[in-house]
């Protein structure tokens, strides 16, 4: 049986593909902050599902992480969820420093010990899941924008990196287009998707193991699209009403 590491599945997306892993037959370990969320996961899949709390910004999160991967006698598959995100108009300062706390600080610390894992145990999967907002900025969302960014190129500077080293190590890049999460929830943003679509073509990307997933075929055009906007004009267009 596939063993998979889920941090960030005590709700949304990370929860939706939690349920789905359990359910085709792979040992899960599943991380978050609310405990409660975890307990209820484990208490469905008593012999399958290793539960850990953990925040990923505190300092000892890799450290917690290890001790679930012993709980489940090991990992095969690393997969980052967490991260968090809001609509900042206003530029209100900590919300831009916790976004960049969770999404770059806690993203970072997690993946690099699920790197080292992967190089010293003859390899294995990170997969992160992104946004399509890190391939353009979004003016209401600055810093969940750059932070989703962040995570496209750390990821690719790793999958370089793992062959330089000659670690056997997959990367994939998922990038949702816009849920109905608490982000996006008093926003007129196109095509909005609910988490347990989201977490299907998840499901299917990671197994799969694909370097680079935009979540779904809608989203693909609509990036296309607009990575062919210049600069300058993207500038000066208001991209979101609110209701």
């Known amino acids: ?16 593909s939690a ?20 307990l209820s996961l484990q208490k469905e899949y008593p012999k399958t599902a290793f539960i850990k ?9 890799p450290q917690l992480l290890s001790e679930l991967i012993d709980d489940m006698g090991g990992m ?16 209100q300062p900590q919300i831009e420093i916790d976004t960049v706390k969770t999404n770059c600080l ?22 992160v899941v992104s946004s ?6 979004l003016g209401v969302a600055p810093s969940y924008s750059a932070t989703k960014r962040f995570n496209n190129i750390y990821l690719q500077c790793l999958a370089q990196l793992s062959r330089m080293r000659g670690d056997k190590i997959s990367f994939t890049d998922i990038r949702p287009g816009f849920v109905e999460t608490a982000l996006l929830r008093n926003a007129n943003y196109p095509m909005k998707m609910q988490a ?17 997933a935009i979540i779904d075929w809608k989203y693909s055009i609509l990036v296309a699209f607009w990575r ?10 208001k991209i979101v009403k609110t209701k």
């Open 1 to 16: 049986m596939k063993k998979i590491v889920i941090v960030g599945a005590t709700s949304g997306i990370g929860m939706e």
């Open 19 to 38: 349920k789905l892993f359990l359910q085709n037959g792979y040992i899960v370990g599943l991380a978050g902050r609310r405990e409660e969320n975890l």
């Open 53 to 61: 709390k953990i925040d990923v910004v505190a300092p000892e999160a």
């Open 76 to 91: 095969d598959i690393y997969l980052h969820v967490s991260g968090i995100g809001f609509q900042n108009k206003e530029l």
């Open 106 to 127: 806690g993203m970072t610390q997690m993946v690099v010990k699920a790197y080292d894992y992967f190089s010293k145990n003859r390899g294995g999967q990170i997969a």
């Open 132 to 137: 399509i907002a890190g391939t353009k900025g």
């Open 196 to 212: 347990p679509y989201a977490a299907k073509k998840l499901y299917k990307a990671v197994v799969n193991k694909k370097r680079v």
């Open 228 to 237: 062919l906007i210049p600069n300058f004009i993207w500038e000066r267009l």
